[in-house]
C-alpha cells in the first residue's frame, strides 16, 4: 500500500490529517448537536475533502520534488469531487430541508461545491468541458493507484466518476437579488445550506492543521455571572440583576432591540442574555472593546485561552501585554491567537468588520456564516455607525436570522428608521419599552451662537470642565487661547484624534485618571470621548453634531448621578445664522445636524431620559430622513450589498470596502528623527527573514513587540490630505512599509500642521479629524 501525504510541515499523512478533521468534527457536534445542518453532509465532506491531494504532481511536491508551474497543476479540491460516491451520502432519517424544491438533489450540489472550493479558489478560466475532461484524465491516472486505507471511517474509498452537469458545473452556488420569486427564494435557502457545510468543512480543516481544537465549549459564562453578582454582594447586601438584566435574562431565546440609558449595566445584560451559548460581543471602538474584555476576564477563573478572545486589528500586541503579567504567564501566545481567528472561543469581543463582511459574499464568508448560524450576537453602540455601516448591520442581521443565529441589539439611542427598516425586511425581534428610570441627571441651555474661550472662563468655578469640539482645529484653538491665562494655564489639558497612538493612549488614561480623582480642570476634547470611556465631568460644553453624538456627550456629564441643582450643567453652542459649528458637512451630516438643532431649540432646563428618547425617534424618523442625503446612503449601500453575487468580491476587497478606507497611517517627521533607534531596530526585526531566526517561538513575540512599536509611532489621517503632504515610504518587507510625512507635531498639542502642502490651507487636515 503507498501512504500518501496530506502535509509536509510537519509530515502527516493523508490519513492521519483527515481522522483529526474526523475528531473535531465529533467535537463540534458534542458541543453544539442542534445547529440545524445537515451532519451527515457534513461528515461526508470532511472524509472527502482532501482526497484529491492523492495524484502525482501534489504528492512529488511534498516530497521534494519540483513545484509545478502555475496551471499545470489541477488543484486538489478539484480532482477530490471525483471521489464522491454518492450512492453512500443518503442516511435513513437525515437531515431533510423541507423549504428546498428536490433537496435530495440539491445535497449533491451542495456537498460536491463544498469539497471544490474548500480552498476559496475561483474556478479555472477554461470552458467547463475542457475542465471536466481535464480532471477526468488526471482520475483515470488515480484509478490506477492502490489506494486503502486502515480506519474503518474510510474504508472504501475510490475513485469513483465526476458528479453529472446536473448535479453540478464547477460552479459555487450563488445568490444575488432576491427579486421575490420562488426562484430566487429557492437559490437563497441552498447558498444558506451550502454555507452551514462549506464554512463548517473550512473551520474544522483549519483546526485540524493547526492540531487545534474547532469549538470550546461555553460551560462557564452563567457561572462566572453568578460570581460576578455574588461580588457585588459584599458591597451591597441588596445587589440584585436590575430590570434590564432581568428581561435579557428571562429572553435569551429571542432577537431583541434593548434600549437602555447610560449606566443600566448593558454589558452584564448582554452577557446574561448569552448565557451558556457562542456569543460574539460587537462595539465599534478598539477602547471599548480592550475595556470591556479586560472587565469580563479580571475575575474569570481557569484557562483564559478557552474562555474568552479578543478580536480586532491589534490583537496579538493586547494579548502579549496580557501574558507580561504574571496572572497570564502561562498563556500559550500562538495558540491563543489563533483560536481566536479561528473563531474557536465561546466568546469573542470583537468589531464588526471582523465578522460582519460576510456580508460581501466573498469566497471564504461561508466560515463566518456557517459560525453565525449557531452563535449569538450583541451589537453595542449602534449610534457610532454611519449609513452605509448601518446597510451592513441591517443585512448581516436579516442572513444571521435566516441561518439559525441570533441578535441582541443594546444602545441608548436607536434611530426610529432603523426599526422601520428591520420590520419592512421582516427581522423577528422584540421591542421592549426603554429602560429608563425617572433621575434627571441634565439641565441644558441652548446657545445660538459658536463656542468660545471666555463662556468656558467664566463656567469654571472649582470644578470639572469637559469641552467637546466637533473638531481637531477648534479643540486646539480652545486650547491655546485658555492656556495663555496664566492663572488656569496649568488646569487645562486636550485630547483628541491627532496624537500618534503612543501620546493617545496616555492622554486616555490621564482623563481617566483625572475623572475619578477630585482635581479640578478643563479638559478639551473631541468625540474620542463620546462613547466608551467611563468618565464623570460637572459640567458639559460643547459644539452640537447630531442629536446621536449629543446625547453620548452629556453621558459624559453626571454619568450616574441625579442633577438637584439650579440652572443648567450641560450648554450646547448650535451655531450663530449660518455659521456652523466646526465640521458641519465634513465629519457631520448637514441634513442630521439641521434636523437635530431644530429638534433642541426650544430646550430650556431639565430633560428627562424619556424626553430624550422622543427627540431622538423625532430627528431620526423615516419621515424625516427620508429625502436626505444620509437616509440616501443607507438605501444605497443595502441595494448595492443585496446585488452582490457570490464571489463577486475578493476577501480584500470586502475588507476595504467595508472599512471605507479613507485614511492612511503615517509617521510624523519630528516623531521619526527623535525616535530613529526605536524605529530601525522594529523595521530590522520586521524585515528579518524565516531563516535566520533561532527560536520562532521568542522571534513571534520579538516581532510583536517589534510592530506594536512601530504602531505606537503612527498618527490616523485623511487620504484627502495624505496626497497633499510631501511623504517618504520605507519598504520593510514585501508587503509592509511605513510612511514618513512631513507634519509638524508635539506630545502636548497633536498634530499643528502638515507643512509642504500644495494647498494654501494648511489647517485643512485639523478640519476633517476628531
Same mark, same amino acid.
Given at each position: &500500500?503507498?501512504?500518501?501525504? +496530506?502535509?509536509?510541515?510537519?509530515?502527516?499523512?493523508?490519513?492521519?490529517?483527515?481522522?483529526?478533521?474526523?475528531?473535531?468534527?465529533?467535537?463540534?457536534?458534542?458541543?453544539?448537536?442542534?445547529?440545524?445542518?445537515?451532519?451527515?453532509?457534513?461528515?461526508?465532506?470532511?472524509?472527502?475533502?482532501? &482526497?484529491?491531494?492523492?495524484?502525482?504532481?501534489?504528492?512529488?511536491?511534498?516530497?521534494?520534488?519540483?513545484?509545478?508551474?502555475?496551471?499545470?497543476?489541477?488543484?486538489?479540491?478539484?480532482?477530490?469531487?471525483?471521489?464522491? /460516491?454518492?450512492?453512500?451520502?443518503?442516511?435513513?432519517?437525515?437531515?431533510?430541508?423541507?423549504?428546498?424544491?428536490?433537496?435530495?438533489?440539491?445535497?449533491?450540489?451542495?456537498?460536491?461545491?463544498?469539497?471544490?472550493?474548500?480552498?476559496?479558489?475561483?474556478?479555472?478560466?477554461?470552458?467547463?468541458?475542457?475542465?471536466?475532461?481535464?480532471?477526468?484524465?488526471?482520475?483515470?491516472?488515480?484509478?490506477?493507484?492502490?489506494?486503502?486505507?486502515?480506519?474503518?471511517?474510510?474504508?472504501?474509498?475510490?475513485?469513483?466518476?465526476?458528479?453529472?452537469?446536473?448535479?453540478?458545473?464547477?460552479?459555487?452556488? !450563488?445568490?444575488?437579488?432576491?427579486?421575490?420569486? @420562488?426562484?430566487?427564494?429557492?437559490?437563497?435557502?441552498?447558498?444558506?445550506?451550502?454555507?452551514?457545510?462549506?464554512?463548517?468543512?473550512?473551520?474544522?480543516?483549519?483546526?485540524?492543521?493547526?492540531?487545534?481544537?474547532?469549538?470550546?465549549?461555553?460551560?462557564?459564562?452563567?457561572?462566572?455571572?453568578?460570581?460576578?453578582?455574588?461580588?457585588?454582594?459584599?458591597?451591597?447586601?441588596?445587589?440584585?440583576?436590575?430590570?434590564?438584566?432581568?428581561?435579557?435574562?428571562?429572553?435569551?431565546?429571542?432577537?431583541?432591540?434593548? =434600549?437602555?440609558?447610560?449606566?443600566?449595566?448593558?454589558?452584564? +445584560?448582554?452577557?446574561?442574555?448569552?448565557?451558556?451559548?457562542?456569543?460574539?460581543?460587537?462595539?465599534?471602538?478598539?477602547?471599548?472593546?480592550?475595556?470591556?474584555?479586560?472587565?469580563?476576564?479580571?475575575?474569570?477563573?481557569?484557562?483564559?485561552?478557552?474562555?474568552?478572545?479578543?478580536?480586532?486589528?491589534?490583537?496579538?500586541?493586547?494579548?502579549?501585554?496580557?501574558?507580561?503579567?504574571?496572572?497570564?504567564?502561562?498563556?500559550?501566545?500562538?495558540?491563543?491567537?489563533?483560536?481566536?481567528?479561528?473563531?474557536?472561543?465561546?466568546?469573542? $469581543?470583537?468589531?464588526?468588520?471582523? %465578522?460582519?463582511?460576510?456580508?460581501?459574499?466573498?469566497?471564504?464568508?461561508?466560515?463566518?456564516?456557517?459560525?453565525?448560524?449557531?452563535? @449569538?450576537?450583541?451589537?453595542?453602540?449602534? #449610534?457610532?455607525?454611519?449609513?452605509?455601516?448601518?446597510?451592513?448591520? %441591517?443585512?448581516?442581521?436579516?442572513?444571521?436570522?435566516?441561518?439559525?443565529?441570533?441578535?441582541?441589539?443594546?444602545?441608548?439611542?436607536?434611530?426610529?428608521?432603523?426599526?422601520?427598516? &428591520?420590520?419592512?425586511?421582516?427581522?423577528?425581534?422584540?421591542?421592549?419599552?426603554?429602560?429608563?428610570?425617572?433621575?434627571?441627571?441634565?439641565?441644558?441651555?441652548?446657545?445660538?451662537?459658536?463656542?468660545?474661550?471666555?463662556?468656558?472662563?467664566? @463656567?469654571?468655578?472649582?470644578?470639572?470642565?469637559?469641552?467637546?469640539?466637533?473638531?481637531?482645529?477648534?479643540?486646539? #484653538?480652545?486650547?491655546?487661547?485658555?492656556?495663555? $491665562?496664566?492663572?488656569? +494655564?496649568?488646569?487645562?489639558?486636550?485630547?483628541?484624534?491627532?496624537?500618534?497612538?503612543?501620546?493617545?493612549?496616555?492622554?486616555?488614561?490621564?482623563?481617566?485618571?483625572?475623572?475619578?480623582?477630585?482635581?479640578?480642570?478643563?479638559?478639551?476634547?473631541?468625540?474620542?470621548?463620546?462613547?466608551?470611556?467611563?468618565?464623570?465631568?460637572?459640567?458639559?460644553?460643547?459644539?452640537?453634531?447630531?442629536?446621536?453624538?449629543?446625547?453620548?456627550?452629556?453621558?459624559?456629564?453626571?454619568?450616574?448621578?441625579?442633577?438637584?441643582?439650579?440652572?443648567?450643567?450641560?450648554?450646547?453652542?448650535?451655531?450663530?445664522?449660518? *455659521?456652523?459649528?466646526?465640521?458641519?458637512?465634513?465629519?457631520?451630516?448637514?441634513?442630521?445636524?439641521?434636523?437635530?438643532?431644530?429638534?433642541?431649540? /426650544?430646550?430650556?432646563? *431639565?430633560?428627562?431620559?424619556?424626553?430624550?428618547?422622543?427627540?431622538?425617534?423625532?430627528?431620526?424618523?423615516?419621515? /424625516?430622513?427620508?429625502?436626505?442625503?444620509?437616509?440616501?446612503?443607507?438605501?444605497?449601500?443595502?441595494?448595492?450589498?443585496?446585488?452582490?453575487?457570490?464571489?463577486?468580491?475578493?476577501?480584500?476587497?470586502?475588507?476595504?470596502?467595508?472599512?471605507?478606507?479613507?485614511?492612511?497611517?503615517?509617521?510624523?517627521?519630528?516623531?521619526?528623527? /527623535?525616535?530613529?533607534?526605536?524605529?530601525?531596530?522594529?523595521?530590522?526585526?520586521?524585515?528579518?527573514?524565516? !531563516?535566520?531566526?533561532?527560536? =520562532?517561538?521568542?522571534?513571534?513575540?520579538?516581532?510583536?513587540? +517589534?510592530?506594536?512599536?512601530?504602531?505606537?509611532?503612527?498618527?490616523?489621517?485623511?487620504?484627502?490630505?495624505?496626497?497633499?503632504?510631501?511623504?517618504?515610504?520605507?519598504?520593510?518587507?514585501?508587503?509592509?512599509?511605513?510612511?514618513?510625512?512631513?507634519?509638524?507635531?508635539?506630545?502636548?498639542?497633536?498634530?499643528?500642521?502638515?507643512?509642504?502642502?500644495?494647498?494654501?490651507?494648511?489647517?485643512?487636515?485639523?478640519?476633517?479629524?476628531?
Amino acid at each position: &500500500m503507498d501512504e500518501y501525504m +496530506a502535509k509536509s510541515n510537519p509530515p502527516e499523512t493523508l490519513e492521519e490529517h483527515t481522522l483529526e478533521l474526523i475528531k473535531n468534527y465529533d467535537i463540534l457536534k458534542n458541543i453544539y448537536p442542534n445547529i440545524e445542518i445537515d451532519w451527515f453532509l457534513l461528515k461526508k465532506a470532511v472524509i472527502y475533502h482532501d &482526497m484529491g491531494k492523492i495524484n502525482d504532481k501534489f504528492q512529488s511536491k511534498l516530497n521534494g520534488g519540483k513545484k509545478e508551474k502555475s496551471g499545470d497543476e489541477i488543484h486538489h479540491g478539484f480532482l477530490s469531487i471525483g471521489f464522491i /460516491n454518492y450512492r453512500n451520502i443518503f442516511e435513513k432519517d437525515c437531515y431533510i430541508n423541507e423549504k428546498i424544491d428536490k433537496y435530495e438533489d440539491v445535497r449533491k450540489k451542495i456537498l460536491a461545491s463544498s469539497i471544490f472550493f474548500h480552498h476559496n479558489r475561483q474556478r479555472p478560466t477554461y470552458d467547463a468541458n475542457e475542465l471536466r475532461s481535464m480532471i477526468e484524465s488526471e482520475l483515470e491516472i488515480i484509478k490506477r493507484k492502490k489506494i486503502s486505507f486502515n480506519s474503518d471511517e474510510l474504508k472504501g474509498i475510490s475513485v469513483e466518476k465526476l458528479p453529472s452537469k446536473k448535479h453540478f458545473n464547477f460552479a459555487t452556488l !450563488s445568490v444575488g437579488d432576491t427579486n421575490g420569486s @420562488k426562484e430566487s427564494k429557492n437559490n437563497r435557502l441552498i447558498f444558506l445550506e451550502y454555507c452551514k457545510i462549506k464554512g463548517l468543512l473550512n473551520r474544522i480543516d483549519y483546526a485540524a492543521s493547526a492540531h487545534g481544537i474547532v469549538e470550546y465549549p461555553n460551560d462557564f459564562l452563567r457561572n462566572h455571572l453568578d460570581g460576578v453578582l455574588e461580588k457585588w454582594k459584599e458591597n451591597n447586601s441588596l445587589a440584585r440583576w436590575n430590570e434590564l438584566q432581568n428581561y435579557m435574562k428571562k429572553h435569551k431565546d429571542d432577537n431583541i432591540i434593548a =434600549i437602555a440609558q447610560t449606566g443600566m449595566g448593558k454589558t452584564e +445584560a448582554g452577557l446574561l442574555w448569552i448565557d451558556n451559548s457562542k456569543g460574539f460581543f460587537t462595539l465599534p471602538l478598539k477602547t471599548a472593546i480592550n475595556s470591556i474584555y479586560e472587565r469580563i476576564i479580571s475575575d474569570m477563573q481557569g484557562n483564559l485561552s478557552e474562555k474568552v478572545g479578543l478580536l480586532h486589528s491589534d490583537t496579538a500586541s493586547r494579548y502579549l501585554n496580557l501574558i507580561e503579567d504574571e496572572k497570564h504567564e502561562n498563556l500559550q501566545l500562538e495558540d491563543y491567537i489563533t483560536r481566536t481567528r479561528q473563531f474557536s472561543m465561546p466568546l469573542t $469581543i470583537c468589531t464588526i468588520d471582523q %465578522i460582519f463582511d460576510f456580508v460581501y459574499k466573498y469566497l471564504g464568508c461561508e466560515l463566518k456564516m456557517a459560525t453565525l448560524s449557531y452563535s @449569538k450576537v450583541i451589537i453595542d453602540e449602534i #449610534q457610532m455607525y454611519n449609513p452605509q455601516l448601518l446597510a451592513v448591520v %441591517i443585512s448581516a442581521l436579516e442572513w444571521i436570522v435566516q441561518l439559525g443565529g441570533k441578535f441582541a441589539i443594546l444602545t441608548a439611542t436607536m434611530p426610529k428608521f432603523f426599526i422601520d427598516e &428591520m420590520k419592512e425586511r421582516k427581522i423577528p425581534f422584540l421591542l421592549p419599552e426603554p429602560f429608563l428610570n425617572d433621575d434627571i441627571r441634565h439641565s441644558i441651555q441652548v446657545l445660538e451662537e459658536n463656542i468660545n474661550c471666555e463662556f468656558v472662563i467664566d @463656567k469654571y468655578q472649582d470644578n470639572k470642565i469637559l469641552v467637546i469640539c466637533n473638531t481637531v482645529r477648534i479643540a486646539q #484653538q480652545l486650547y491655546i487661547e485658555l492656556s495663555e $491665562i496664566e492663572s488656569i +494655564a496649568d488646569d487645562v489639558h486636550i485630547f483628541h484624534g491627532a496624537f500618534i497612538k503612543k501620546d493617545r493612549v496616555e492622554r486616555e488614561k490621564e482623563i481617566l485618571e483625572f475623572a475619578k480623582s477630585q482635581d479640578e480642570g478643563i479638559w478639551i476634547c473631541t468625540q474620542v470621548v463620546e462613547a466608551s470611556l467611563d468618565i464623570d465631568f460637572d459640567i458639559l460644553i460643547t459644539e452640537l453634531s447630531d442629536i446621536n453624538g449629543l446625547f453620548q456627550r452629556l453621558g459624559r456629564c453626571y454619568r450616574k448621578r441625579s442633577f438637584y441643582g439650579e440652572g443648567y450643567n450641560c450648554y450646547i453652542f448650535s451655531g450663530e445664522g449660518n *455659521k456652523y459649528p466646526s465640521g458641519i458637512g465634513r465629519v457631520v451630516d448637514e441634513d442630521i445636524f439641521k434636523l437635530s438643532k431644530k429638534a433642541i431649540e /426650544n430646550i430650556d432646563g *431639565k430633560i428627562s431620559e424619556i424626553d430624550k428618547q422622543n427627540i431622538i425617534n423625532q430627528v431620526y424618523s423615516t419621515g /424625516n430622513l427620508i429625502n436626505t442625503k444620509f437616509y440616501e446612503q443607507f438605501r444605497g449601500a443595502y441595494k448595492y450589498l443585496n446585488l452582490l453575487y457570490s464571489g463577486e468580491k475578493s476577501h480584500k476587497e470586502a475588507i476595504n470596502e467595508f472599512r471605507n478606507i479613507n485614511s492612511i497611517d503615517v509617521i510624523p517627521r519630528c516623531v521619526y528623527e /527623535n525616535n530613529r533607534l526605536e524605529i530601525e531596530k522594529s523595521i530590522y526585526t520586521l524585515g528579518m527573514k524565516i !531563516s535566520d531566526v533561532v527560536n =520562532i517561538k521568542e522571534y513571534t513575540i520579538e516581532k510583536i513587540r +517589534a510592530k506594536e512599536k512601530l504602531n505606537s509611532f503612527t498618527i490616523t489621517i485623511p487620504f484627502t490630505e495624505y496626497n497633499e503632504i510631501k511623504s517618504e515610504r520605507i519598504d520593510i518587507t514585501r508587503n509592509q512599509s511605513i510612511i514618513i510625512s512631513e507634519i509638524d507635531y508635539s506630545e502636548n498639542f497633536g498634530i499643528k500642521r502638515a507643512t509642504n502642502k500644495k494647498k494654501n490651507s494648511p489647517q485643512s487636515i485639523l478640519d476633517r479629524m476628531v
